[in-house]
């Protein structure tokens, strides 16, 4: 693995950003290339990487590379590492409130780990919310609350709560 020194690489623009790509309705939000993504993956969830897991997540916050972890995320198809990534979101005390939609996504998913953590990262949103997001959002969970467990159901609820209370302060 490379060494924490090398981290900083990862953020220049001018090396590593390749294009600009929507997810779930974010927009602009640049994307590395693959193999960069995969060491981020490796960089945040392989347990041989433990000790350099805090600086990444430190790392990326200083740089502003939110942008890396929603690359990672959407680029991860197992479950479990996919759980580790989004739990990352909310360590690095990134403020990921402009990727509310894509947060909801997670939030609908069938595997009860991933959603709890991307539960988490919508509560630790603390930006200016856009009133179509919420809108969209209080929709589409109102749609999902029909599919999903009872305790499910429950933090569903406050979530709606919730996103219904920021939506009547603006």
Same mark, same amino acid.
């Not at 993956?41 to 997540?57: C, G």
């Not at 690095?92 to 402009?98: K, L, P, V, W």
């Given at each position: 693995?490379?060494?924490?020194?090398?981290?900083?690489?990862?953020?220049?623009?001018?090396?590593?950003?390749?294009?600009?790509?929507?997810?779930?309705?974010?927009?602009?939000?640049?994307?590395? *290339?693959?193999?960069?993504?995969?060491? =981020?993956? +490796?960089?945040?969830?392989?347990?041989?990487?433990?000790? =350099?897991?805090?600086?990444?997540?430190?790392?990326?916050?200083?740089?502003?590379?939110?942008?890396?972890?929603?690359?990672?995320?959407?680029?991860?198809?197992?479950?479990?590492?996919?759980?580790?990534?989004?739990?990352?979101?909310?360590?690095?005390?990134?403020?990921?409130?402009?990727?509310?939609?894509?947060?909801?996504?997670?939030?609908?998913?069938?595997?009860?780990?991933?959603?709890?953590?991307?539960?988490?990262?919508?509560?630790?949103?603390?930006?200016?919310?856009?009133?179509?997001?919420?809108?969209?959002?209080?929709? *589409?969970?109102?749609?999902?609350?029909?599919?999903?467990? +009872?305790?499910?159901?429950?933090?569903?609820?406050?979530?709606?709560?919730?996103?219904?209370?920021?939506? +009547?302060?603006?």
């Amino acid at each position: 693995m490379e060494n924490t020194d090398d981290l900083k690489k990862y953020f220049d623009e001018k090396q590593y950003i390749t294009a600009i790509v929507g997810i779930d309705g974010i927009s602009d939000v640049p994307t590395v *290339k693959s193999d960069k993504v995969s060491n =981020l993956i +490796s960089l945040i969830t392989d347990p041989e990487n433990k000790e =350099l897991k805090e600086e990444a997540l430190l790392t990326l916050k200083k740089e502003k590379g939110g942008y890396l972890l929603l690359a990672a995320i959407e680029k991860t198809k197992d479950d479990a590492k996919k759980q580790q990534l989004i739990a990352a979101c909310w360590e690095s005390e990134i403020d990921f409130t402009e990727h509310l939609p894509f947060f909801i996504s997670l939030v609908m998913s069938d595997n009860y780990f991933v959603f709890l953590e991307a539960l988490t990262v919508i509560e630790n949103m603390e930006g200016s919310f856009v009133k179509k997001d919420l809108v969209e959002s209080i929709s *589409k969970l109102k749609n999902h609350k029909k599919n999903i467990s +009872s305790e499910q159901l429950v933090l569903i609820n406050d979530l709606e709560y919730n996103l219904n209370e920021k939506l +009547s302060a603006l």
